[in-house]
């Protein structure tokens, strides 16, 4: 009887060669009720929380470019002298009050090394927004598919517990008129429920794929997703594999803003190892005389105890490790997007090649229903005709979820890092 099958399976194999995917919804809506992906991406990217937090992290960021370009205040002091003593300076006759103006002098290129390190990090700030819409736009994808997959795999259940019923239907007939033994029967009712149970899971599933894809775009979805969507594959490019490059990436460029950041670090840390000067100018009055003067001073630091150099040396080895990490970074990229493209075209082939096998076990299918209807079969010969439908249908929508998938990951790894803003001083 197995070679019977095998036989049916084979002629409707080279029977059927165009591809009969079906891809019913649980509910039919009208077009207008339909979510796509660009629709969910653009409410999503509207609320998300994600991007208001990389927006703050951007004026932030610009704000501590204004407070570095800040000069460091003047001091305005007043000194009182020769008062409160003995002698003749018991009282304040003899006292010498002095109203002095201090200016710190910035040396060694302080101010234009802090501009350049809150400048870099605005970049980075930026770099960082892409990121987190970039990151959204992956997530919010990703969802949509495991939706659409979920409603796919939920018409399958749907189907799949109508055949079970049918088939148990049929069982129970043959067995009435002694055609069939009653293990038929009873092995027809365990896959109907079997049937039933993965039809409630598929339910489940398609619920909570729906709810997780609605926290995103912040609103239930009535309606239906695009389906036609789901079903289309790009065409892939044959030939020897391209080696992935990685330049121009959101990747690199963060690990090229942070080595920028930590080489502005290393100038503003040698340019700290200059000391500044503090120069003053006053007037001081002469209580006894009534006689005013003029008071110059400058003020120096001695770098004796912190003269700068461990600051310096510190600031050269996160430097040499922000060079290392970037290294680190593109070969992850370039492995990562080697491997999702990978991924796309594996799930490409067996997108393509679920639809001839698709067809074959449909026809195997339908052939064995007829049979077994008519006694020509064994109920076995069915079981295993509708488990290969089964198994083809479901393979077809798990190569179509792992088509898009790798799709999704793969517009991430690649997603443009964006132009950089120039700012002056």
Known sequence: MKSIYAALLAAASCAGVAQAQSSPSPAQVA????????????????????NEVATLGIAAAE???????????????????????????????????????????????????????????????????????????????????????????????????????????IARDRVEAGANSPIDQQR?????????????????????SRLALGQF????????????????????????????????????????????????????ARSQRIPDLTVSAGTRRLQASGDMAMVFGVSVPL???????????QAAALRNQSEAKRRLARFEAERAITAARADRDRAAASVRASG??????????????????????????????????????TAAVDALEQYHDAEARLARLTTPAPTPVQTGN
Request: no cysteine; charged share 20%; aromatic share 4%.
């Open 356 to 393: 001839p096998a698709l067809s074959a076990a449909q026809e195997a299918a339908r052939i064995a229903r007829i049979g077994y209807g008519e006694g020509k079969f064994d109920q076995l010969v069915l079981l295993e005709a509708e488990q290969a439908l089964l198994d083809a249908r």
């Open 63 to 169: 704000a501590g470019r204004a407070v570095a370009a800040l000069r460091p205040n003047p001091t305005l002091n007043a000194d009182v002298e020769n008062v409160i003593g003995t002698g003749p300076y018991k009282g304040i006759n003899e006292a010498e009050t002095t109203i002095g103006f201090a200016l710190p002098l910035e040396l060694g290129g302080k101010r234009p090394a802090r501009i350049a390190v809150a400048d870099a990090q605005t970049v980075r700030a930026r770099i960082d927004a892409a990121i987190a819409r970039a990151d959204l736009r992956l997530q919010v994808t990703q969802a949509y598919i495991e939706a659409v997959a979920a409603e796919r795999r939920l018409a399958i259940a749907q189907d799949q517990l109508g055949v079970t019923r049918e088939n148990l239907r």
């Open 188 to 208: 027809a009712a365990l896959l109907a429920a079997n049937a039933e149970a993965e039809l409630e899971r598929a339910q489940r599933s398609a619920e909570a």
């Open 303 to 313: 770098p004796v105890f912190n003269n700068g150099r461990a600051a310096v040396s």
């Open 31 to 50: 077009a207008s009720e339909t979510l796509t992906l660009n629709e969910a991406l653009a409410q999503a990217g509207a609320i998300a929380p994600s």
């Open 217 to 268: 775009v912040g609103a239930s979805i009535p309606g239906g997703l695009d389906q036609p969507w789901f079903d289309r594959i790009e065409s892939i490019r044959r030939g020897p594999a391209v080696p992935a490059n990685a330049d121009g990436t959101l990747a690199l460029a963060a690990a090229g803003a942070d080595v920028a950041t930590a080489d502005a670090q290393f100038r503003l």
